[in-house]
């Protein structure tokens, strides 16, 4: 069972500050947060569905903002939070204020007022939601929701790392990112990645007797460019070549004076001396 606690001046100040910053509209209208923090010593303390959260968020009775509560009630989950960076702070209560939409007449586009004159919310679903069960994609594979979402969600990782340029449409349904109608995964349009996926394995397939054309790498390419070890090998190889070079160049060099005085018809005159040895 869990208990609740009033969270502390550095929570409250962070709902400000994420308020003032990702969430213009709510922060103008003066939309205000009761924040509480739960703790449990069995089980999670806060369940969203049935399912453990790390926080949650629902719009206060008007009875509950007479009595002096926030026009919404933010719980957070006191033991996550003790690991949480203020990062991750900011981006769990940046998620549950993203919930939060204000009431607008049809009409006028004016913001509703209660009988406290505080602005009228709504809750926003997410954006995409899933509802998944491990039996059901054991059971029926790529017939199943379960096993063909995932492998979109995959495929668009593929697409954002490795195929820079592709699209893929993040509003499928035209009724905008935060229309308050959540998106299902089934519907984002892969068909470009999908092709493109099919023709690397096809390739890749082509490719695979063709043992010939895997480059083989040498284990000394493999060391740190850094360590003595690497630099040596790579001075003997840098002199080496020279060598092989300057023998070619000396080996042209005298084929061209014999074709020239062959040309002449003259020979090339041997030296009468003999060579003698200098010591240094």
Known sequence: MAWYSIANEEVNLTIEKVMKENHGDLHAAGVTITALIARSEEGPA??????????????????????????????????????????????????????????????????????????????????????WFAR??????????????????????????????????????????????????????????????????KLQSEKTDDTHKFQVVDEEDLDDETTPEFLSRQRKKIAAEREKIQSALDSASTSQRTAALSAKGTKPKRSSKKASTVSA
């Open 136 to 201: 059901t994609a054991e059971l029926y594979g790529e017939e199943s929701y379960e096993v063909s979402q995932a492998r979109e969600i995959v495929a668009a990782q593929f697409v954002q790392n490795f195929l820079p340029g592709f699209e893929i449409d993040p509003d499928p349904t035209g009724l905008g990112a935060h229309s308050g109608k959540p998106q299902q995964v089934k519907h984002v349009n892969l068909t470009a990645t999908k092709k493109q996926i099919a023709e690397r394995e």
């Open 46 to 131: 806060i369940k969203v569905r049935g399912s453990e959260a790390a926080g949650s968020i629902r719009i206060t009775k008007l009875t509950e903002r007479t009595c002096g509560l926030g026009d919404a009630l933010m719980i957070l989950d006191g033991e996550s939070m003790i690991a949480w960076s203020s990062k991750r702070l900011q981006a769990v209560i940046d998620h549950e204020l993203r919930h939060l939409m204000l009431a607008k007449s049809k009409k006028t586009g004016q913001i509703q007022l209660d009988d406290e004159g505080r602005p009228k919310l709504r809750i926003r679903p997410h954006d995409f939601e899933f509802g």
